[in-house]
């Protein structure tokens, strides 16, 4: 048996599911929570066991998730919407708290199922990547005046370019297990792109641009679709959400969105950054989120998307040069491969550089 599955039981118990609870069944796709559907006699909740490998402060992550969705709550009902749809409802245990804590340590939270919704695992269609970046457009407007700056950090560092790029240099000085010699170009790209790396905190430090509260992983799994009409309808997974920028979040989209090929693709005439869909989801994200923010951050997409990129290929390359202990692996060499992928995006964002640019001057330009 699971271990999350020897407390499960605790669990139930915990929180005020109503008596006729008749099942919970393992949900979803996910691999760091365990993630049960619980099956009430008038409705269904979604409980979970937040991973402790992943996340060390579950007290704080709570009193993140707990005080955005309140006030997305508060928010989304003076703008006429449905809270009850639109943004997750946390369900509180029985003794009160955020959480509850098993008899073997495991923390468990819980939130009302949101019927009548879909969700999808790839942006398969243009329309559905645009409804991906409606959704986190929204969610960038309607905490544009939440105090950023009170959120807990729950993972340190987590967008720190220069940190990540301080941890590859040692990871190339250690070369412990001889890696070096066999992805130099790749090593040669990213230390070549150093300054790069800085362009955004000297931003933020300088006061150019504004710290947000972010979602720190905007795939397109983590939006809710509404089943009738197909449009987003409630952001979900907010284990990440933080202080941060508003151009890591769009960025992230784009790494992962705005090409066709899978992460590890050993083929790299297959990957490339689609510039149509990098327009199709700047538009869509700006169309929601655009008023909430300033110039410079729209002025600063491209580099969101850049920067977000080079910092994923670095820390899959650590990986790499480190023995692959932190992502995982099913073949050798498959985190070079993954590091390779991110640094032919990057080149190919720079290949477009003007044209994505232009897509920011547009917007501001029509906005004046």
């Known amino acids: 048996m699971a271990q999350a599955e020897q407390t499960l039981r ?26 049960f559907l619980v099956e009430g006699e008038e409705r269904r909740f979604i409980l979970q066991r937040v991973s402790s490998a992943a996340f060390k402060e579950p007290d704080k992550l709570m009193e993140n998730i707990v005080n955005v969705t309140e006030y997305l709550g508060r928010e989304i009902a003076r703008q006429g919407g449905d809270p009850a749809r639109e943004t997750l409802t946390v369900v509180h245990p029985r003794d009160g708290g955020h959480s509850f804590t098993d008899s073997a340590g495991g923390v468990w939270r819980a939130f009302y199922f949101v019927e009548g919704t879909e969700c999808y695992q790839a942006a398969e269609t243009p329309q559905l990547f645009a409804a991906s970046g409606r959704a986190f457009g ?26 990540r790029l301080r941890k590859l240099k040692a990871a190339i000085a250690a070369d412990s297990l001889g890696r070096a010699k066999d992805c130099r ?30 979602h720190n992983d905007t795939k397109l799994n983590n939006v809710l679709m509404d089943a009738e009409t197909g449009e987003a309808l409630c952001v979900i997974d907010l284990d990440t ?25 050993r083929d790299l005439s297959k990957v490339s950054l689609d510039v149509d869909l990098y327009r199709v989801y700047a538009a869509a994200f700006l169309g929601e989120a655009g008023e909430a923010l300033t110039g410079a951050e ?11 990129t080079l ?34 995006l990057v080149a190919d964002m720079e290949a477009h550089w003007g044209e994505l640019n232009a897509v920011s001057e547009e917007y501001l330009a029509r906005a004046e």
């Open 10 to 35: 605790e669990a139930l118990a915990a929180f005020g599911f109503g008596k006729d609870v008749t099942g919970a069944v393992r949900y979803g796709a996910g691999h760091i929570n365990d993630t």
């Open 298 to 308: 729209v002025r600063y997409l491209p580099w969101g998307a850049k920067l977000m």
């Open 185 to 214: 170009a790749e090593i040669d790209f990213m230390l070549a792109r150093e300054a790069d790396c800085s362009m955004a905190l000297n931003a933020l430090r300088e006061g150019a641009l504004p710290l947000r509260v972010t």
């Open 241 to 265: 959400v933080m202080p941060g920028l508003s151009i890591n979040d769009f960025g992230d989209s784009i790494r992962f969105g705005a090409n066709h090929s899978a992460e590890d693709e």
């Open 311 to 344: 910092e994923c290929g670095i820390r899959f390359l650590t990986d790499h040069l480190e023995g692959d202990s932190y992502f995982h692996i099913s073949r050798p060499g498959q985190n070079l491969d993954r590091a390779r992928t991110q640094c032919k």
């Open 138 to 163: 929204r969610f960038q407007r309607l905490l544009r005046d939440y105090p950023a700056a009170t959120l807990h950090e729950t993972i340190p560092r987590f967008h720190d370019t220069e940190d």
